[in-house]
């Protein structure tokens, strides 16, 4: 099939990158004619302008963005009206996924179909493949098909479900694509739905994996020096916290064999690898959006979420969002009680 790729950063070039060697030929566009020229030499074609990237596919086009959330609405304005009825534009990136409905109906007036493609997969989805959760039309999922089969990761990556057979749309075809490595999730917004709560998932997990360690890498304090003041809370048993261990090899174990092995783990174990103490860190950890959306899902179907939410709390406390509450609890503790600051334990 033929395929244009709008965005052509980390993630966007390299699924270009892993189209052309499923036999499909792209047409890229970026804002940096730098990486357009890469994908060039790579055997895509480079449109330079949005006017010449649309003139170069046949109609009915098909069309994947892969930019930020923020600019998807200015791509959609500048490019709608060089569409035709009948072209189908995808959105790969991290969107809302009231967006994704919220466009498909604008696209719609204009005869123009739209895809919400959530994209998972990374910097490793070149060798790997992307993990693909799509919502939007069944016909429409079902002309694209070969696009999302060369992109996921193939069967190959996981064993299919029994009996997992038929055409795309019904149930057995949803676990047999799902066990690939795409799914048609639903309706408009579904796809970037199951993307957003696969997202806050991901938080879920980083902070178990960073949470876990870090108790390991305290496990030594019993051979540190403390102080005996009344503002300090005594380690009962400083014998039974006397542990250097060796995160690098820990969590390297943990690769092999162990139920919670996954390529997050896989992530921290080679950082901790490359530098056992992640000196070349500060632990400013960003949130895009999706746990943010994640946990207000959950509060407005009356969900509880607990992970999810603390995981959110805790990026934003690295980045000094919770200084100032801390101040305030100092302050009272020394209105209260004299308790004088203290650093340290």
């Known amino acids: 099939m033929q395929l244009g790729m709008i965005g052509l950063g980390r993630m966007g070039a390299n699924m270009v990158r892993r189209l052309m060697r499923g036999g499909h030929q792209c047409v890229a566009f970026d804002r940096s004619a730098e990486a357009a020229r890469a994908l060039a030499a790579d055997g895509a074609k480079a449109a330079g302008s949005l006017k010449d990237f649309v003139a170069a596919l046949s109609a009915p086009r098909a069309i994947w963005l892969m930019v930020p959330a923020d600019v998807v609405d200015h791509v959609i304005t500048d490019l709608a009206p060089l569409l035709s009825p009948g072209d189908v534009l995808v959105d790969g990136g991290n969107s809302h996924y009231r967006d994704a409905i ?3 109906h604008h696209l719609r007036g ?9 994209t ?7 060798e790997r493949g992307f993990c693909l959760m799509i919502g939007g039309e069944p016909a429409i999922v079902a002309r694209l098909e070969p696009i999302f089969a060369t992109l996921a990761p193939g069967a190959d990556a996981g064993s299919a479900p029994a009996g997992a057979a038929g055409t795309v749309g019904d149930a057995a075809t949803g676990l047999a694509t799902a066990a690939r490595g795409y799914l048609h999730c639903g309706a ?3 796809g970037h739905f199951v993307k ?3 997202n806050g ?3 879920g997990l980083m902070a178990a994996y960073a949470e876990g360690l870090n108790v390991l890498k305290q496990a030594g304090i019993g051979l540190e020096a403390r102080t005996s003041d009344a503002e300090t809370a005594p380690l009962a048993d400083p014998h039974l916290f006397q542990y250097r261990f060796d995160l690098g090899a820990v969590s390297e174990l943990w690769r092999h064999g162990s139920i919670i092995t996954s390529q997050l783990l896989d992530l921290a174990a080679a950082a901790l690898a490359a530098d056992r103490d992640l000196a070349g860190f500060k632990g400013h950890v960003a949130d895009s959006g999706e746990g943010r959306w994640t946990v207000e899902a959950a509060i407005q179907e009356g969900v509880p979420a607990y992970v999810l939410s603390a995981a959110l709390y805790s990026r ?3 980045r000094g969002r919770a200084e100032f509450a ?7 503790r020394l209105g209260f009680g004299g308790h004088v600051e203290r650093s340290g334990g």
């Open 102 to 104: 919220r466009r498909a």
């Open 110 to 118: 204009r005869g123009v179909h739209w895809l919400d493609v959530g």
């Open 120 to 126: 998972s997969g990374g910097v490793l989805g070149l």
């Open 188 to 190: 408009s917004g579904a």
């Open 196 to 198: 957003m709560v696969h």
């Open 201 to 203: 998932i991901e938080y």
């Open 316 to 318: 934003f406390a690295s």
């Open 326 to 332: 801390d101040k305030v609890l100092s302050a009272m």
